[in-house]
């Protein structure tokens, strides 16, 4: 998630005020293509879409044919099993009183795969709340 309607305006290039106006499905005016481009970068998930899509009744897949988690709980389960990860090779790496090279790389990859894992937990979080803002507005 990105924060605040300030913060989303902000990187949007817009007003809180219009970032009030486009996360209320009341109102008609809607969020330029532009801005859900720079929202869904910085976010990391296609969050905007994911909403336009469900309004549809349709759901995003990614090329890969993998869909995104669709639950809080999928998602903070990748990031304890990330988690977990990194916890274990950092464990194995001062076991010895002395951090390798090699041992150095697997946290930095293991950190890498747990940043990941919390940048889908953030977008599965923004889609759920926007789908549910959504549901609850109509």
């Known amino acids: ?15 809180k005020t219009q970032m009030h106006r ?3 499905p009341q109102d008609s005016d809607l969020i330029t293509l532009t801005a859900a ?3 869904e970068a910085e976010c990391g998930m296609p969050c905007v879409s994911e909403v336009m899509a469900a309004q549809s009744g349709f759901r995003l897949v990614s090329a890969e044919g ?6 809080m709980v999928t998602a903070f389960a990748g990031i304890a099993d990330e988690f977990g ?11 010895d009183g ?9 946290i930095n990859d ?5 940043a990941e894992a919390v940048r889908v937990a953030k977008g599965t979080s923004a889609s759920l ?5 959504m549901r609850r507005a109509s």
């Open 129 to 133: 709340r926007a789908v549910d803002e």
């Open 37 to 39: 481009m720079k929202l």
């Open 66 to 71: 993998k869909a995104p988690p669709n639950c």
């Open 110 to 114: 293991a950190l890498h795969k747990l």
């Open 1 to 15: 998630m990105i924060g605040t309607h300030e913060d989303a305006g902000a990187i949007a290039g817009v007003s």
């Open 98 to 106: 002395l951090v390798s090279p090699n041992e150095h790389t697997a």
């Open 85 to 95: 990860e990194v916890s274990g090779r950092v464990a194995d790496a001062i076991q």
């Open 22 to 24: 486009w996360a209320h």
